[in-house]
């Protein structure tokens, strides 16, 4: 590990997946609050804890777009580093470096 640019991208390869994953983990808590209320409001539950489960439901919706901000300059951080560094191409940082970003793709915006 002497060489700095292979830190890198450990570092660079390991924050996209890191946003990666609290992005879809957001999502998903907040598709799982919204089936909560749903089935609340079919059950006729109180409007009180209808209205807190809203407030949960806000809060998470609101953390998303940090997330995906944070998620995008990760992503691009790591294309930059892939492409600069092409005579590395042949060690197993960039290819996972290169995975990492294939999977990710899907998820940037």
């Not at 590990?1 to 998903?28: N, W």
């Not at 407030?55 to 790591?78: F, G, H, M, S, W």
Request: charge should be negative; glycine fraction near 2%; charged fraction near 35%.
């Amino acid at each position: 590990m002497a060489d700095p640019r292979i830190r890198q991208f450990h570092i660079k390869t390991g924050v996209t997946k890191r946003c990666c994953k609290e992005v879809l983990s957001y999502q998903k808590e907040a598709e799982q609050i919204q089936q909560k209320i749903k089935k609340m409001q079919d059950e006729g539950t109180d409007v009180y804890y209808i209205k807190k489960q809203d407030l949960l439901l806000q809060e998470t919706q609101n953390v998303i777009p940090d997330c995906q901000k944070r998620l995008n300059a990760a992503y691009q951080d790591l294309t930059t580093l892939i492409e600069t560094e092409k005579e590395l191409e042949e060690s197993e940082v960039y290819k996972a470096a290169q995975e990492v970003v294939k999977d990710t793709a899907p998820y940037i915006n």
